[in-house]
């Protein structure tokens, strides 16, 4: 199987900034799905963003839309998330998943079959 290995979490202010990067060996064109989960505590996880790999499709869940931003550097087979606007609604540990189906991202990992990082954690509070 694949590590992926995501960095760049921290302490920000609300209305702060994060740029979110996840290592993922695996992101190639058979596993063409890549994505950032979130959770937060005593809360189940959730997607945040994913992207297709193949066709830049991409998804955003309805609270981030607009202040996030997914994206892949094909070379290194890195995703990043950019985080904007961050509010105390978005402290979380994110994760980075990689699949073989987009659709299975955008949906929430229905089918259970993504691989995940170990997460990094992101505390938005002043």
């Known amino acids: 199987q694949f590590e992926l290995v995501e960095s760049g979490g921290a302490l920000v202010q609300p209305g702060g900034s994060l740029r979110l990067s996840c290592e993922a060996p695996g992101f190639t064109t058979d596993y063409k799905a890549g994505g950032w989960f979130r959770q937060a505590p005593g809360k189940e996880r959730e997607v945040v963003a994913c992207?297709?790999?193949?066709?830049?499709?991409?998804y955003y869940a309805d609270s981030v839309k607009g202040r996030f931003s997914i994206s892949r550097a094909s070379a290194n087979m890195t995703i990043y998330l950019q985080m904007d606007g961050l509010t105390p609604d978005d402290t979380a540990v994110y994760y980075c998943?990689?699949?073989?189906?987009?659709?299975?991202?955008?949906?929430?990992?229905?089918?259970?079959?993504?691989?995940y990082g170990q997460g990094t954690q992101v505390t938005v509070s002043s």
């Open positions: 992207i297709d790999r193949n066709d830049g499709a991409t």
């Open positions: 998943a990689i699949d073989r189906s987009y659709w299975n991202l955008r949906f929430n990992d229905y089918g259970h079959t993504a691989t």
